[in-house]
């Protein structure tokens, strides 16, 4: 049966909770401003080195052919989190690489940015080459993009034929994690081609000084590592909001759960003191009639 020191304890321990919730809520709440804020800038970065690459590319037509054979094998970059309390945000992922991978007829190759969609990936019986924890802050997806460079470097070094595809979640204008595919290698010929025949917003159209491939390497490198820092940033804004909502949630839940304990505990109270009262006019009573008699 509960006591009045039992409903004290346990709506103590609710409100703490709460505040944690609350905490939590407003550190998502910054949070995606925060990568939001990072993609909208690596976008503006991505617009200079395209303009880069349609200078190079005009300086050496026709493009030059990068594009990989589509016989290799496919490796799938999967961007989640590392820490739960974010709704079905996982699972989303997680799923959408499965479906991914699933539809290739031959080796799959797989990492993983997050503990808990590797874990994801592992039960449902995918062996994953490598996993790397999640940035905590819009600066350190630099660190992230670039061990993902690294890691592709090294298969290349391998000798296979990149086809590489990037899974993540992005807010939509529903949801807050909608599943999302992005192509990463091998780059389009055809946007190649689109941007060889951009036309130049200027009426001086720079000139390329230095050598024409070392150039298009570093642009390429540099648009690859854009889309990977962009992705992981999409990806981050996502989790917070999935974070977010889920934290409202619970809100909700721990408001409901407050009010039916604190109605608990005033009729608990309420109780004791009637039975208080009732016991005080039962001897008020006898002792009446012991004085009468």
């Known amino acids: 049966m509960e006591t009045l020191e039992r409903l004290v304890r346990r709506i103590d321990a609710v409100h703490d909770l709460h505040a944690i919730v609350r905490t939590m809520k407003a550190l998502s709440a910054v949070s995606i401003r925060q990568y939001e804020r990072a993609a909208l800038?690596?976008?503006?970065?991505?617009?200079?080195?395209?303009?880069?690459?349609?200078?190079?590319?005009?300086?050496?037509?026709?493009?030059?052919?990068i594009e990989a054979p589509a016989k290799g094998p496919l490796t799938v970059i999967v961007f989640g989190s590392d820490h739960g309390l974010c709704g079905r945000f996982n699972e989303i992922v997680a799923a959408e690489a499965e479906r991914v991978m699933a539809a290739e007829p031959g080796p799959v190759h797989c990492f993983a940015v997050g503990v808990q969609p590797a874990r994801r990936l592992e039960a449902m019986g995918r062996r994953l080459d490598d996993a790397l924890y999640t940035a905590s802050t819009a600066?350190?997806?630099?660190?992230?993009?670039?061990?993902?460079?690294?890691?592709?470097?090294?298969?290349?070094?391998?000798?296979?034929?990149?086809?590489?595809?990037?899974?993540?979640?992005?807010?939509?204008?529903?949801?807050p994690a909608e599943p999302h595919r992005v192509p990463l290698l091998p780059i389009s010929e055809r946007w190649l081609a689109e941007l060889a025949a951009r036309r130049w917003p200027t009426r001086v159209v720079p000139s390329v000084t230095m050598d024409v491939d070392a150039a298009f390497a570093a642009l390429v490198r540099e648009h690859l590592f854009v889309t990977l820092f962009r992705a992981g940033a999409e990806a981050l804004a996502s989790e917070h909001a999935a974070r977010l909502a889920a934290m409202q949630a619970a809100e909700r839940n721990i408001d409901e759960r407050t009010e039916a304990l604190e109605g608990a505990y005033r009729r608990l109270r309420q109780a004791t003191i009637t039975a208080e009262l009732l016991d005080v006019v039962a001897g008020d009573e006898v002792l009446g009639a012991g004085e009468a008699l």
């Open 41 to 65: 800038a690596l976008g503006e970065y991505h617009r200079t080195v395209t303009f880069g690459l349609s200078i190079v590319l005009r300086s050496r037509p026709p493009a030059p052919a």
């Open 139 to 175: 600066s350190g997806l630099t660190a992230t993009a670039q061990a993902l460079l690294l890691r592709l470097d090294a298969r290349r070094g391998d000798g296979d034929d990149l086809r590489v595809v990037i899974v993540h979640n992005r807010r939509g204008r529903a949801t």
